[in-house]
């Protein structure tokens, strides 16, 4: 645990909010991007549709300058500015949002990469092309006073150029780049996959860790830790061994900032477990939040309120933002305020640090240090025997997050509950079969349109009705890695489903998103806290990647719903009849 947890948990004893001094750090040092009178008058007068837009807004001036005329102005008017001083305040001191980046064309973009020609269905190949068209699109390069000037944006200098998410997401983010890395790939632009990567081991170098996205503001949480992964997928498609020796030290780094700050105790049945959770310890609104934060947390006694902003930080770690997985068990279930994701041992961060730890012996053996690969290789088998512990239910046949506060399993559906499938970590060699089972008995087979995020409809962005893309490649390359016959063509139909959800939606809208809502057709989702995005890179990744692995069976025609699990094999090839029947 970090050394002032209990000094952190002390001031939060003591009820100290937002009105006395700060029981936590704020997310950033800036008193522009992160904290202080300015984010608060400019936010809480919402000038903007989107809080975000504010904080993504270059500086015309050095910030000095900007916090002393506004401290003038703030002072004339009693620290309450009225709204139209405020917005033209704003507009002399500040640039119109995405001013610091350009449009950047990746110069190993080519026009016809060869899995296109993989792709049998002609329909589904023109598609794929449009979508290989579009990391053009998405392609951002920095500007250089953004490396001369940096306190002047909120936007976090980097080298390389990129590929952003899309829509309001003009910066790049940390998960969502390991999918848009897999589809680059793809596409045979490893040049560009080589400079993300050295843009994510140059922020380990400075800050210890990968932030959740590149502004100034999303510093202090990080997210879903794939970056030994990305290192992976590069060296399998380039065998860069020397980019490996050269940045080994700084993967290592990157996984120590997760032992040393989000490391958990669980002790179970006289044994102690040490897992991983999202944990934040920081405290006011997200700024990129800031009026949905402050509004929220006026529901609650002032003394609770840094305790929520620190959680909902968290639940930004997670990716999933926001979840019933962060809610379940706390003191009101159906709302954000009861959010309480550091109570909980998520199964796909442990999942996915299990398979860095995998990875990462394997790495230090290919470099020859036998020393780090067995200290990888015991470390990885620590983790493994407590997800088995912690995490796993035989009876269910599933993993499932472990409740801190409560001391038990939240046996709730969630696709994450199948990652450890995914990552490779688990001994129990029956696994898939037990996870087909677990997927047939929560029906979600009868889905057509993709695997739901839960069960649970609360309004949130990641829960029903809505279907993301990593999470179909978590349950589906889970699936296909196993040596069952049955999973595999399971895998098959999920992904035949997915596809012909994106590509309905992108001939009606031509435009792929960053959610689709399975309920109603497979449309774009909604709900959270903005509007459903455009772009979209992970969406464009996954769909890029089941168009490689399965695209001489896959077809844009009529979609095959699946009706019952017991109806699973009418809905395949008749030869395969015998290897589907229920057992």
């Not at 499932?400 to 696709?415: G, I, S």
């Amino acid at each position: 645990m970090p050394g002032r947890t209990w000094e952190l948990c002390l001031l939060l004893l003591l009820g100290l909010g937002p009105g006395s001094q700060e029981a936590l750090p704020p997310p950033c040092e800036s008193e522009i991007y992160c904290h202080g009178e300015l984010l608060n008058q400019v936010q809480m007068a919402r000038l903007y549709q989107d809080d975000k837009q504010f904080v993504d807004m270059p500086l015309s001036i050095a910030p000095e300058q900007v916090l002393q005329t506004f401290t003038e102005l703030s002072r004339d008017h009693n620290h309450s500015i009225p709204r139209e001083q405020l917005q033209a305040f704003v507009h002399e001191h500040f640039q119109a949002k995405g001013q610091e980046l350009q449009p950047w064309t990746p110069a190993d973009w080519k026009d016809s990469p060869q899995f296109l020609q993989k792709i049998s269905d002609a329909k589904l190949r023109a598609w794929a092309g449009q979508l290989h068209q579009l990391w053009k699109k998405l392609g951002k390069k920095m500007k250089p006073e953004v490396l001369s000037h940096p306190e002047r944006f909120s936007l976090i200098y980097s080298e390389h150029p990129f590929i952003v998410p899309g829509g309001r997401f003009v910066e790049f983010y940390y998960w969502d780049s390991y999918w848009v890395m897999e589809g680059l790939l793809l596409s045979e632009m490893a040049e560009t996959v080589k400079g993300m990567l050295q843009n994510f081991l140059d922020l380990v170098k400075t800050y210890g860790h990968v932030p959740n996205g590149g502004r100034v503001y999303y510093l202090q949480r990080s997210q879903p830790p794939l970056l030994t992964l990305m290192m992976d997928c590069y060296l399998t498609h380039t065998n860069d061994t020397a980019f490996l020796q050269e940045n080994i030290e700084t993967l290592a780094l990157e996984l120590d900032f997760w032992t040393k700050n989000r490391t958990v105790s669980v002790s179970l049945e006289g044994k102690n477990y040490l897992l991983n959770r999202y944990y934040v310890p920081y405290g006011g609104p997200r700024p990129e939040s800031y009026s949905k934060d402050v509004e929220l947390a006026d529901t609650l006694p002032e003394g609770d309120r840094e305790a929520l902003w620190a959680e909902l930080k968290a639940g930004a770690e997670s990716g999933w933002d926001f979840s019933s997985r962060w809610l379940i068990g706390g003191p009101n279930p159906n709302s954000l305020s009861g959010i309480r994701t550091s109570k909980l041992v998520p199964v796909d961060l442990n999942a996915f640090l299990c398979q860095a730890e995998e990875l990462m012996s394997n790495f230090y053996s290919r470099l020859g240090n036998d020393s780090q690969a067995t200290k990888y290789r015991i470390l990885r088998s620590q983790r493994l025997a407590a997800l088995n512990a912690v995490l796993w239910d035989e009876q269910t046949g599933a993993w499932f997050d472990y409740d801190l506060e409560k001391k038990k399993k939240n046996r709730e559906f969630y696709p994450s509950n199948l990652t450890p499938l995914w990552a490779r970590c688990f001994s129990d060699p029956g696994v898939a079969d037990k996870a087909l089972k677990y997927l047939e008995d929560n029906r979600i087979l009868t889905y057509q349109y993709g695997i739901p995020t839960s069960l649970q409809k609360t309004g949130q962005q990641w829960d029903f009705p809505n279907a993301w893309a990593p999470l179909q490649d978590l349950v589906i390359r889970g699936l296909a890695k196993a040596p069952l016959r049955r999973a595999q063509e399971v895998a098959f139909q999920l992904a035949q489903n997915w596809i012909r959800t994106n590509f309905d939606v992108y001939l009606q809208k031509s435009a792929m998103y960053e959610k689709y809502d399975v309920s109603n057709g497979g449309q774009p989702g909604g709900g959270g806290e903005y509007e459903v995005q455009e772009g979209f890179g992970w969406t464009n990744g996954v769909v890029l990647m089941l168009l490689d692995r399965y695209g001489d069976r896959l077809t844009s025609g009529a979609k095959l719903a699946f009706l019952e699990p017991h109806c699973l094999a009418a809905t395949l090839l008749p030869s395969l009849l015998l290897s589907l029947l229920p057992r």
